[in-house]
């Protein structure tokens, strides 16, 4: 099997998508107030630290991140094993009455954005959950859609979609790699 | 083995630290280290076990080890039932095995055991499908209570490689101190034991420990001492004269203490006999963390039930 990688997105395009993406945030919530950002690792953690910088340098306020790990949420959890592996959940502040702009990578078939969404309701009642992807694929398999999306991008269901980001692969890009279509 | 260079979860049981690789001991702490900020959540409970039954059959009376197992039972989803010997029908004359094989036939998928029987949930463990997780059999093992006073250690420390950790009292008894023993040796840890001659049991320095009977010695520059308690109902012979005379030689107070470094930690299994093996005001001093290990103790639990969970799964 032979796999290419086609770029959709480059340093600048993603960086561009999550300053519109910032802008668009502060618009709709008309600032600041009650805002709260969490990060779906693993890359969805460090697209809510980028988002976090660019908010507060706008509107000179520091606004809280917190790290979602969705494992123990997963819908397909008790038909795999061996378990996979966990990583640890880090919301420190109480999501009761807050804004929570969830923030992923990719937004593929919503299964990891239900499973987020439970997740997220056991740290209280949040006022809304907002979604904030990089990239919207298509298919999803669930009602969930986004409210700030990087890019659409079309894609064959057996495409994958691949997020580089400097924090863990060195730098910035988005890239389907054309899946087999046998 | 492994899967992203990480270790894949194979064990349907967990019977001691004995059997288990540095790579497994690891994981387990490291995978109770995501379940601990469960506990502190608005909500404390994770979806992970929804429909899966856990068995908590206490042939040996117990209170911390076994509702320590049933919260983390709770907090995962599953759906547990209690069992204790007295009020079974073990009383009736029922074999272990028969037990066992009953709660099986209820397609129940892990039972937390412990029993008076050092080795018994080794055996079982090989006539049923269902996983089992020691909670202490005999003189043997309780390796849950080994993990999570490693793992309170290790968050405290940040490691476990080269601190000198000393275990004083009642060693002969004590499975707490031999499942210490097998984890923390295997982690790379210098473990030092004291007590009286008669509670410590012959050959132990085999499992690479050191053995010096003076405690001002034992730990002098230890990184954490764990007391252990005498165990009085297991000794049907006078092993020392009086506990009087324990706790003037081995009891751990305030001053001795500071043999140890200056930010040694204090730890105790429980329970605590104040006066005896601990000095009381030692025991609520800040360098205790006593209550920190139990509070630990569920997360590890969590972990433990989360790992072979998994593995059973595998099997079918």
Not at chain 1, 36 to 48: D, H, N, P, Q, S
Not at chain 1, 121 to 129: L, N, Q, S, T, Y
Request: include cysteine; charged fraction near 25%.
């Amino acid at each position: 099997m032979i796999t290419s990688e086609k770029q959709v997105l480059d340093e600048g395009g993603i960086e561009r998508a999550l300053a519109r993406i910032a802008h668009e945030i502060l618009e709709r919530n008309q600032g600041t107030a009650h805002l709260t950002l969490v990060g779906i690792r693993t890359r969805g953690v460090f697209l809510a630290e980028r988002l976090q910088t660019k908010l507060s340098r706008i509107e000179k306020k520091e606004i809280p991140v917190g790290i979602l790990d969705i494992t123990l949420y997963r819908d397909d959890l008790s038909e795999i094993g061996p378990k996979p592996e966990l990583h640890e959940t880090n919301i420190p502040f109480n999501l009761k009455g807050k804004i929570v702009v969830l923030v992923d990578d990719v937004l593929f078939t919503g299964r990891t954005i239900r499973a987020a969404l439970d997740g997220l309701i056991d740290f209280g009642r949040p006022k809304a959950i907002q979604l904030a992807v990089l990239v919207d694929r298509g298919y999803r398999e669930l009602p969930i859609k986004a409210d700030y999306v990087g890019k659409n991008v079309p894609t064959a269901f057996q495409d994958k979609v691949i997020i580089r980001l400097k924090e863990t692969d060195g730098k910035d890009e988005a890239v389907i790699s054309e899946g087999d279509k046998s | 083995m492994t899967q992203n260079g990480k270790l894949n979860w194979k064990r349907k049981d967990l019977l001691g630290l004995r059997d288990l690789s540095t790579e497994e001991i690891e994981l387990i702490l490291d995978t109770a280290k995501s379940f601990s900020e469960v506990s502190q959540r608005e909500v404390k409970k994770v979806p992970v076990m929804r429909g899966k039954t856990v068995v908590n059959l206490f042939l040996e009376p117990s209170t911390r080890t076994r509702v320590s197992f049933e919260l983390a039972e709770k907090r995962l989803s599953a759906d547990t039932i209690s069992m204790a010997s007295a009020g079974s029908s073990m009383t009736k004359g029922e074999s272990l095995w028969d037990t066992i094989a009953n709660i099986e036939a209820l397609k129940v998928d892990i039972i937390v055991m412990r029993h008076g029987s050092s080795g018994a949930p080794h055996r079982v463990s090989n006539y049923t499908k269902c996983g089992i997780v020691n909670a202490g059999d005999g003189i043997n093992e309780h390796p849950t209570q080994g993990l999570l006073d490693i793992f309170t250690l290790r968050e405290l420390k940040g490691k476990i490689k080269g601190l000198k950790v000393v275990f004083v009292g009642d060693i002969l008894h004590s499975r707490v101190a031999r499942s210490n023993i097998w984890g923390l040796t295997k982690l790379g840890a210098e473990v030092v034991i004291c007590g009286p001659k008669t509670l410590i049991p012959w050959g132990i320095e085999e499992l690479g420990v050191k053995v010096i009977h003076d405690v001002k010695k034992a730990i002098d520059g230890a990184d954490a001492v764990t007391l252990l308690r005498i165990q009085m109902e297991r000794q049907n012979e006078t092993l020392f004269p009086s506990i009087r005379e324990y706790a003037s030689t081995f009891g751990m107070n305030t001053e001795l203490f500071k043999c140890a470094k200056p930010d040694a930690i204090l730890m105790h299994p429980g329970p605590v006999n104040r006066g005896v093996e601990i000095e009381s005001a030692l025991a609520d001093s800040p360098q205790s963390y006593i209550l920190k290990q139990v509070t630990n103790g569920i997360a590890v639990r969590m972990a433990v039930l989360y790992l072979l969970s998994g593995a059973l799964k595998n099997e079918k």
